[in-house]
C-alpha cells in the first residue's frame, strides 16, 4: 500500500491508501470476521486472519 496521492497499481487502477483501507476494514471488519470463523471454525482463527 501506498500513501502517494494518485498513485496506481498494475491494472492502471488507483491504489488506496492508508486511510481509505482502514475506513473500507473497519466498515466491514464484522463481515470478514463471520467469513473466517465459518471457513475455519474457530473465533480465535478467526480474530488472527482478519
Given amino acids: ?3 502517494a496521492p ?3 497499481g498494475p491494472s ?3 491504489v ?3 486511510p481509505a483501507f482502514e ?3 473497519t ?3 464484522r463481515e470478514l470476521k ?3 470463523y465459518r471457513m ?3 473465533l480465535h482463527e478467526a480474530d488472527d486472519l482478519v
Avoid: V
Fill in 1 to 3: 500500500m501506498t500513501d
Fill in 6 to 8: 494518485g498513485a496506481s
Fill in 12 to 14: 492502471g487502477r488507483p
Fill in 16 to 18: 488506496l491508501d492508508r
Fill in 23 to 25: 475506513r473500507l476494514t
Fill in 27 to 29: 466498515t466491514h471488519r
Fill in 34 to 36: 463471520l467469513h473466517c
Fill in 40 to 42: 475455519m471454525g474457530s
